[in-house]
């Protein structure tokens, strides 16, 4: 699928800056790709700055990094159930009320970039088992129609966000 394939009534009016921000991508490629430039930037950082925070207030590093993490997860299990045509509405989540619980604080790069393999792997094989009439398919999420694309848009668009956050505020 093709983000020009997207309609935006495929997606709530919020995910809109992460989605397009992409450029016109395959959801393969991109979720592929968006795995080796994650890793590749995780190589790069030292241990010690993930308890940075840029601001009063703000994320550690570690944290934004588990909240990355969490959002595909919850994202990866939304287009599972959408593309198994569960007609149920899924809650939206509070990533604020996540990222406490995270346990960000004690996690290493290694054991980070470990997680986050496993997951992105997860989602590119989730996603490639989808052919075009699953990615159409719709559900309701945070009270908004989503389709699977979307969803797998919206989790590449989300980490390219952070991505471009962590560049800029946290390791300069």
């Known amino acids: 699928m093709l983000l020009s394939e997207l309609p935006t009534s495929d ?28 890793l590749s930037l995780m190589e790069q950082i030292p241990e010690d700055r993930l308890s940075f925070f840029y601001a009063e207030g703000k994320w550690t590093l570690a944290e934004v990094l588990m909240h ?18 569960d007609k149920a509405d899924l809650p939206g989540f509070d990533q604020d009320f996540f990222v406490p619980y995270s346990n960000a604080g004690v996690r290493t790069i290694p054991d980070l970039m470990a997680e986050y393999k496993a997951v ?11 052919d075009e009439d699953v990615l159409k398919r719709k559900g309701v999420a945070s009270g908004s129609p989503m389709s699977v694309g979307a969803m797998g848009f919206i989790i590449c668009g989300h980490q390219a966000h952070h991505l471009r956050i962590i560049k800029e505020r946290y390791l300069v």
Do not use: C, K, W
Not at 68 to 85: G, S, T, V
Not at 120 to 130: N, P
């Open 68 to 85: 990355i993490l969490d959002a595909e997860r919850i994202f990866q299990y939304r287009a599972l159930r959408f593309a198994r045509n």
């Open 11 to 38: 997606y709530n009016p919020y995910y809109h800056t992460y989605i397009t921000a992409l450029g016109e991508v395959s959801l393969m490629d991109v979720l592929v790709n968006g795995e080796e430039e994650f």
């Open 120 to 130: 992105r792997d997860s989602t590119i094989t989730l996603f490639r088992s989808f």
